[in-house]
């Protein structure tokens, strides 16, 4: 519910015109589409979105909502399932003006401001044959990404987008601007890999990069009635697999349009859609297994330029549509969890609703649990299970079925979830997503967040 809080003119008034970018207030040219964010299903009326240019706008954004006692969100991509980049009633400091990219070619790193998505990185870096590991679709935002792990095609080679985080810029509660990284405020570097929005607004990241251009990947699909020897053979070959492939498994409606085949449009089926990095001359051998396994219904893995592969799915899911998650890490797929799968994958409820397997081993086994704040680093595979669709009336079946899903399969998890694939569930939730690094969490939000302040997220609340 929101409950209309009354600004003071003069004080708006001042915070506008100490700023370069716009302040958005309900009722302005633009304010409508500024506080849209990805998932439809979220509808929220903020009092003021200030779309920041620089970090000076940010500096003042933090000071106003702090001074003022707003709520406060902070929007990278705007792509979080809860909706957590957007709030009623408070202020948004809105990053998604601010996309500069600086490549730095000699070093391979690359400096990324907090507005950018994955596609504004790609684009940038695929120009010096470079990239970072990211995730699977390119509209998501970096922030929200890096800041809670980020698990994408080139996990298994190069680890989580965390491990590959060298600094961050970024603006604390009380309106300092620090630099973390593993030689400065090394604790808040640690909380930042995983902790969330928890600890102050990014204003840029700066990633290690890795010569990737052309890839071999796509997805391969088959028909439902193999996804119980596909599953099978999947869990064990990715896990031991060598750590230039990567594969992920989906079970999906296949959409009515080209380039599918018409025979098969609307049909449930399963997929896995990989990306090797290895040498080029090297992929038939290292697909020989997946060709043993027996051929797919349809086949579009071949060479492909590493922002096609990420951009793949991107006009599937535009922004706008209906979206309810939930998640969980997996050490093993026993035999009943497989079971159970096919029992749920037969009931999708809509044609972009779907349950992804990411397998997270290889170079993101590396790390240790405590090493990072994201602590999953024993599980092989993270489960998301979402409900999707462009009609709201069709959410209470779509909830129902991810939900059913997902208390199915939940005994047979680790136990916990990766926090940037679940809605709001509350305080269990976060605590079961880092298990033993919740405490750590705890005592850092205290030193950089005594009271709170940025609460919009999968929130660690300060030890006291
Ligand atoms: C279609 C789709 C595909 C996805 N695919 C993947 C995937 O392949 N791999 C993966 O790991 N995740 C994936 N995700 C999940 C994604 O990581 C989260 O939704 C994430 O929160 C999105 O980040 P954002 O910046 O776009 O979101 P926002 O909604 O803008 O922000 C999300 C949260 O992060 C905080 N935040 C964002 N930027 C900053 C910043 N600069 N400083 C401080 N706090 C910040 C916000 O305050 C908020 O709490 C996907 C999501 C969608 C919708």
Redo the contacts with the bound molecule.
Sequence with gaps: MTTEIKLDDAKVQEFRSSLRGELLGKGDAGYEAARK???GMIDRRPALIARCVDVADVISSIHFARTQKLML?????????P????VDDGLV?D??RMKGIRVDPAARTARVE??C?WGDVDHATHAFGLATP????S???????????????LARAHG??IDNLLS?D?VLADGRFVKASASENEDLFWA?RGG????????S?EFRLHPISTVFGGPMIWPLERAADLMKFWREFIVAAPEDLNGWFAFITVPPGPPFPEKFHLQKMCALVWCYTGPMEKAAERFKPVRAFGPPAIDFVGPIPFPVLQSM??AL?PPGLQ?Y?KADFFRELNDRAVDLHLKYAAQLPTMHSTMHL?PISGAAHRPGAADTAFSFRDANF?E?I?GVDPDPANNDRMIDWARDYWRALHPHSAGGA?L??VMDEGEDTVKAGYRDNYARLAQIKAKYDPTNL?R???NIKPAS
């Design positions: 964010v990805y998932n969100a902070v929007r990278g991509g705007g792509h979080n399932g909706g957590l980049g957007v400091i990053l998604s907090g507005g998505t990211s995730g699977f679709i509209t998501t935002g970096v922030g929200g990404l890096t800041l809670g792990g980020g698990i994408g095609y989580l987008t961050v970024m930042v969330g929005g928890n600890f102050g607004a990014v204003t990241f799915f991107d899911y979206w998650w990411y993270a998301v979402v990766y940037n694939m940025f919009m997220n999968q």
